[in-house]
C-alpha cells in the first residue's frame, strides 16, 4: 500500500525511535540500506522516495511514489535522511540527465526535508568529490556536497567510498572488468582508492546517523569506512 503519511508527534528528543528517509532504495548501496535500516532498532518507520514501486513487503516500510521534478513535500517527512541516488552517464543519455540526478534532485529533496523539520542528511557522496575539478561527476558530487551543506542541516554527513564491490541488478562489463584488477592489483592501491563493498558503505551510514557524534558537518574518507 502506497499513502502520505504525518509526522510523529512530539519533539526529536522524545523519540526512541526515528522514522528515515532513503533516497536511491533500488540502486547497489541503496538496496544495502533499504535492508540494514529496516533490521535497525533506531528506527520504527522506513520511508522508501522513489519514483516507482519496489519488489519489498516489510512492516516498517511506507513506499511513497514520488515525482523528482514536482515532488509533493507531504511525503518528505522524519528525521534523518539517506541519499544513495545516482546514475551513470551511459544510463542517464547526456550529462545534463545526469547531472539532474545526481545533483539537483538529491539537493531540491534536500532542501524540502530541511524545511519539514528532517535533522540530518546523510549522502553517499564519492571519493575525490571537489565542485572545482574539471571532472564532470567529481564536479557534481562536490557541488552537492557543498548545495546540502548550506541548507544548514543540524547533521549533514558525506561518506566518499571509492569503487564500489557487490552485485548490481544490470551487468556492467566495464565495472565487472574494474573490480577484477582492482582486487587483483589491491596491495599496490593506496587504501583510499581501494574497492569497498557497498554493504559496508551502508552500514556505515547507519552507524554515523546513530552514533551520538555532535560534529555539524562530516565528511568521511574511503580508508574511515572500511573500518566499519
Known amino acids: 500500500m502506497f499513502y502520505k503519511f504525518a509526522e510523529h508527534p512530539g519533539s526529536h528528543m522524545e523519540k ?55 515532488p509533493d513535500a507531504a511525503l518528505v517527512r522524519g528525521d534523518d535522511l539517506f541519499c544513495a541516488l545516482g546514475t551513470t ?8 540527465a545526469q547531472y539532474r540526478i545526481d545533483g539537483i534532485y538529491p539537493f531540491e529533496i534536500g532542501r524540502i526535508a530541511r524545511q519539514n523539520g528532517v535533522h540530518q542528511y546523510l549522502l553517499v557522496s564519492s571519493v575525490g568529490a571537489n565542485a572545482n575539478t574539471s571532472n564532470f561527476y567529481l564536479k557534481t558530487k562536490g557541488e552537492l556536497e557543498e548545495n546540502i551543506r548550506g541548507l544548514e542541516f543540524e547533521r549533514f554527513v558525506s561518506v566518499r567510498p571509492s569503487f564500489l564491490l557487490g552485485n548490481r541488478s544490470e551487468f556492467r562489463l566495464g565495472e565487472k572488468i574494474g573490480i577484477a584488477l582492482a582486487r587483483i592489483f589491491a596491495p599496490l592501491i593506496p587504501q583510499r582508492y581501494r574497492g569497498i563493498e557497498a554493504e ?29
Open 16 to 70: 526512541t525511535t526515528k522514522t528515515a528517509l532513503l533516497l536511491g532504495a533500488s540502486g547497489l548501496v541503496g538496496g544495502h540500506l533499504l535492508r540494514q535500516l529496516l533490521e535497525s532498532p533506531h528506527y520504527d518507520r522506513v520511508v522508501a522516495l522513489s519514483r516507482r514501486p519496489l519488489d519489498l513487503r516489510h512492516p516498517k516500510l511506507t513506499q511513497a511514489i514520488l515525482d523528482f521534478d514536482r
Open 200 to 228: 559496508k558503505v551502508a552500514r556505515a551510514l547507519v552507524s554515523l546517523a546513530n552514533n551520538g557524534d555532535n560534529k555539524p558537518v562530516e565528511f568521511v574518507e574511503s580508508e574511515h569506512l572500511q573500518k566499519f
Open 89 to 96: 552517464l551511459r544510463k542517464a543519455g547526456s550529462k545534463e
